[in-house]
């Protein structure tokens, strides 16, 4: 047996927002994205693969209040 090393050389790389991660993973396009954290929620919908942050929230409540 040969031990034959395998090296991966990327020629770019790509940075996208958290949001659009969950819509990748589910293959669509367009979803709205309920990111829930401990301290705080955040809402931002996504169409086409564009976030549109011009509509993006955030509510005080997390699953903080779950604890309590």
């Avoid at 293959?27 to 929620?41: F, S, W």
């Amino acid at each position: 047996l040969f031990f034959i090393p395998i090296i991966f050389i990327g020629s770019s790389l790509t940075f996208i927002p958290s949001h659009l991660c969950a819509v990748y993973t589910l293959g669509r396009r367009t979803a709205l994205v309920l990111d829930v954290g401990y301290k705080e929620t955040q809402i931002m919908p996504v169409a086409e693969n564009v976030p549109l942050a011009i509509q993006f929230d955030s509510l005080p409540c997390g699953s903080e209040v779950v604890h309590k």
